[in-house]
């Protein structure tokens, strides 16, 4: 068995490090790829303040908590670089942060909006793939990227429905073109074949000792075939010959990734507060 994996202050920031720098990757991406002059990305906090283009799910203030409490005027700036754009603030707050940055959003008429959970499970040295007969685990090329985005696209829009839902959904063609912007952000995509066909895709993102399980998703008439325990354990054998020593997974409260995550070994580490200031 695994080692338990307990989340001081120290891990939390650096995971939320990591999840930051995911963040800035994918909407600089964004920003390149529309060339309007929108986009941004400011410094806050020890975190950031990003807007990557309409509705992206990289429009968001991340990382805050662990790099002293943001002073007024910088709120201020950042309310009105969101402002700019007409999209509202939207904080994702870690309760292992610092407590005195929830009672200053509060105070400035943020509202609590929904949560996210943070689950981590300790890498070991090795790990023995399992794979079903007759499914091939593979790392998808750039060549083949639209089909993993349409792919993807397809798998996610019948989504999991156990526990809290997700607070945003996006437009598939929304959804497909921030899944290309976080393809410049060093994500390792895969496919799974099933008899010779594509019946799923999943990332994995390794940075300072850090696995980020950049989701994994399956067909709806490929599941329960053994599909997403081969993509997990792939992932995390290349995670540790990668040298990572955590993994981490982003899931809704509740959620049946989130008990598929913990049945897998994953603990839950911390929750993020998500918090929100309309125009």
């Given at each position: 068995?695994s080692?338990?994996?307990?989340c001081?202050?120290?891990?939390?920031?650096?995971i939320?490090?990591?999840e930051a720098?995911?963040?800035?990757?994918?909407?600089?991406?964004?920003?390149?790829?529309?060339?309007?002059?929108?986009g941004f990305?400011?410094?806050?906090?020890?975190?950031?303040?990003?807007f990557?283009?309409?509705d992206?799910?990289?429009?968001?203030?991340?990382?805050?908590?662990?790099g002293?409490?943001?002073a007024?005027?910088?709120?201020?700036?950042?309310?009105?670089?969101?402002a700019?754009?007409g999209a509202?603030?939207?904080?994702?707050?870690?309760?292992?942060?610092d407590p005195?940055?929830?009672?200053?959003?509060?105070?400035r008429?943020y509202?609590l909006?929904s949560?996210?959970?943070?689950?981590?499970?300790?890498?070991?040295?090795?790990?023995?793939?399992?794979?079903?007969d007759?499914?091939?685990?593979?790392?998808?090329?750039d060549?083949?990227?639209?089909?993993?985005?349409?792919?993807?696209a397809d798998a996610?829009?019948?989504?999991?429905?156990?526990?809290?839902p997700w607070r945003?959904?996006?437009?598939?063609?929304?959804?497909?073109?921030?899944e290309r912007?976080?393809?410049?952000a060093?994500?390792t995509?895969?496919v799974?074949?099933?008899?010779?066909?594509i019946?799923?895709?999943?990332?994995?993102?390794?940075?300072?000792?850090?696995?980020?399980?950049?989701g994994?998703?399956t067909?709806?008439?490929?599941?329960r075939?053994?599909i997403?325990?081969?993509?997990l354990?792939?992932r995390?054998?290349?995670?540790?010959?990668a040298?990572?020593?955590?993994?981490?997974?982003?899931?809704?409260?509740?959620?049946?990734?989130?008990?598929?995550?913990?049945?897998?070994?994953?603990?839950?580490l911390?929750t993020?507060?998500?918090?929100?200031?309309?125009?």
């Amino acid at each position: 068995m695994s080692e338990r994996l307990f989340c001081d202050l120290d891990l939390a920031e650096r995971i939320e490090r990591v999840e930051a720098g995911l963040i800035e990757a994918s909407a600089r991406a964004a920003h390149r790829r529309l060339g309007d002059g929108r986009g941004f990305v400011i410094p806050v906090g020890g975190g950031l303040a990003s807007f990557a283009d309409d509705d992206s799910p990289y429009n968001k203030v991340v990382g805050l908590g662990f790099g002293g409490v943001p002073a007024e005027r910088e709120l201020d700036e950042i309310e009105r670089a969101y402002a700019r754009v007409g999209a509202p603030v939207q904080v994702e707050l870690a309760h292992l942060g610092d407590p005195e940055i929830g009672i200053l959003l509060s105070r400035r008429g943020y509202q609590l909006e929904s949560f996210e959970n943070v689950l981590g499970l300790a890498i070991g040295q090795r790990y023995d793939v399992v794979v079903p007969d007759g499914i091939t685990i593979r790392v998808s090329g750039d060549d083949e990227l639209e089909q993993w985005l349409d792919v993807m696209a397809d798998a996610v829009a019948a989504p999991d429905t156990q526990g809290v839902p997700w607070r945003e959904e996006f437009p598939r063609e929304t959804y497909i073109e921030a899944e290309r912007d976080a393809a410049a952000a060093d994500i390792t995509r895969y496919v799974a074949l099933r008899d010779g066909e594509i019946a799923g895709g999943a990332g994995l993102r390794t940075v300072a000792g850090i696995a980020q399980f950049a989701g994994a998703a399956t067909l709806p008439a490929h599941r329960r075939r053994g599909i997403q325990t081969a993509f997990l354990t792939t992932r995390l054998a290349d995670a540790a010959a990668a040298g990572c020593d955590v993994g981490v997974i982003t899931t809704q409260p509740a959620s049946k990734s989130q008990q598929n995550a913990q049945r897998s070994g994953f603990d839950l580490l911390y929750t993020r507060a998500v918090l929100v200031k309309h125009p």
